[in-house]
């Protein structure tokens, strides 16, 4: 089975520091899923990327995805204690088109300090 | 619309008793599906559906059962509770097997076996 990786597995920083989250897989990855979890809450999605080197951001958060499909990293900039919460990566376990049954990594924990 | 509701949103049991986790989706979304999420485990895959009358087991089906009788409801029933099935449980729903579409989660279910 797809195994997912995360680290750090935690990780402080002072608010307006930039930050880095990755997610490295053992299989190519055919759709690459990336989360943001607030204690005692759902998942919200952040973002998708598919295609090896394919890049995305949103608001100070940007995902990428490597040229060979087996490792992504989430990079937070001017990080804000709005950003604090659990980071998880969710992969499709088989070759594209299984969105419905994903194998996540272990999460990150992020804390920001004001 | 609501999206994906559960219910209750926290459970206590003792060991041996029988319980149904309830989920509901008003997005018209043929896959549902159910996970766990442990301390330091992330989220495991239980059980899934591909649409009304079709289910199948995830990772970690054992001492759960799911039905689909209709498009909306997908619950989760768990016939002889156990300590380690104490977890918070996520329902989610995907509106299609493209894997550009991501999970819709539900708020999640804790549940406490004693």
């Known amino acids: 089975s797809q195994e997912l990786e995360q680290s750090p597995q935690s990780l402080i920083v002072q608010e307006g520091k930039n930050l880095t989250i990755n997610c490295t897989s053992s299989k190519t990855l055919y759709g690459l899923y990336w989360y943001k979890q607030k204690y005692g809450e759902g998942l919200i999605f952040l973002m998708m990327l598919q295609k090896g080197g394919e890049e995305k951001s949103h608001e100070k958060i940007t995902a990428k995805l490597d040229e060979k499909k087996q490792q992504s990293s989430l990079h937070i900039t001017a990080s804000q204690p709005s950003h604090a919460g659990i980071y998880l990566c969710g992969a499709d376990k088989g070759s594209g088109g299984s969105n419905y049954k994903l194998t996540f990594g272990k999460g990150t924990l992020l804390t920001v300090n004001p | 619309n609501a999206g994906v509701t559960q219910t209750p949103k926290f459970q206590v049991l003792k060991t041996g008793q029988s319980m149904t986790l309830q989920c509901a989706q008003d997005?018209?979304?043929?896959?549902m599906s159910w996970y766990r999420q442990d301390p330091g485990m992330g989220l495991r895959l239980i059980h899934y559906s591909v649409g009304a009358g079709i289910t199948d087991q995830g990772e970690v089906p054992n001492g759960y059962n799911v039905s689909r009788s209709t498009t909306e409801d997908f619950p989760l029933r768990l016939l002889s509770a156990a300590p380690s099935q104490t977890s918070v449980y996520f329902c989610a729903s995907t509106p299609d097997r493209v894997y550009q579409e991501t999970q819709y989660f539900g708020p999640g279910t804790r549940l406490l076996v004693l």
């Open positions: 997005m018209n979304h043929e896959y």
